[in-house]
């Protein structure tokens, strides 16, 4: 709520001259006003030896910035925080309580996703750089901390980080990779090496192992077409079969009952 004469902090979107007096139109939910609110407060981004490098936010509830810099002498994250956290507290005061998480930028993509995923700890990870995207495991009691109030805390770091982030619990992941290891050990050809490098890179069925071209197995798998075509038509029996499986697990049931 605000009322005349109030000092206000605000980005300006646009300025509209087609009205009789110009409009300047403000925000105080973009981003923007979250990274200059920093440049204010803090002296090392005004003199360019912090960089903001990212910035996300849930306006009113949370925000996520990545700092860096080129002066080994210099950390980013403390030159943010400041003495006591007084320099954050400034900016979170003045966004009426938003909850800021500062991280430092990593080039690495793993590295700085787990990061961004702070304060919940990862266990392991899986990274599909061709996709974009990182599949996070992190243990049973940190699965809530993870994801977040209504999942805000995943969803601004992957805005963050411009990574699609998957994350599942310890007991969940083990679940799935059980599950898998049971359809793509039906498929003749397979060894126990393929399978875990298959589950490694995203194949967790049957159906999806079928679904594959034939190049993608070949590269995965590092053996010929011609093979990788075999285990494909190979995993198209393999269906057949678990169906019929399930056809008549499905028929006795009834007569059980």
């Not at 310890?170 to 059980?178: A, D, P």
């Not at 034939?214 to 995965?220: F, G, N, R, S, V």
Request: with cysteine; hydrophobic share 40%; charged share 30%.
């Amino acid at each position: 709520t605000y009322r005349v004469g109030d000092t206000i902090h605000a980005f300006v979107l646009d300025i509209n001259r087609s009205a009789k007096l110009p409009q300047v139109v403000l925000s105080r939910t973009h981003k923007f006003l979250l990274m200059k609110l920093f440049e204010l407060e803090v002296p090392e981004i005004y003199e360019g030896i912090v960089q903001i490098e990212a910035c996300a936010r849930v306006p009113g509830h949370r925000a996520k910035i990545a700092v860096s810099t080129n002066d080994e002498s210099v950390d980013p994250v403390g030159a943010c925080v400041g003495l006591r956290g007084s320099r954050v507290q400034a900016v979170v005061q003045e966004l009426r309580g938003e909850a800021i998480d500062i991280i430092p930028f990593n080039e690495d993509p793993t590295r700085f996703v787990i990061d961004a995923i702070a304060p919940a700890n990862v266990s392991k990870f899986i990274l599909d750089s061709q996709n974009n995207c990182i599949e996070l495991i992190v243990p049973d009691d940190q699965l809530s901390k993870a994801i977040g109030r209504h999942g805000q805390n995943v969803r601004l770091a992957a805005q963050l980080t411009g990574w699609r982030i998957d994350i599942f619990s310890e007991s969940r992941h083990e679940e799935i990779n059980s599950k898998a290891r049971g359809e793509l050990s039906r498929v003749d050809g397979l060894d126990e090496d393929d399978i875990d490098i298959l589950i490694r890179n995203g194949y967790l069925s049957l159906e999806k192992f079928f679904d594959a071209t034939e190049d993608d197995i070949a590269m995965i798998l590092d053996i010929e077409e011609d093979h990788a075509k075999a285990l494909i038509d190979n995993a198209d029996r393999a269906i057949v079969a678990m169906q019929e499986e399930e056809k008549e697990l499905g028929e006795e049931l009834p007569g059980e009952a």
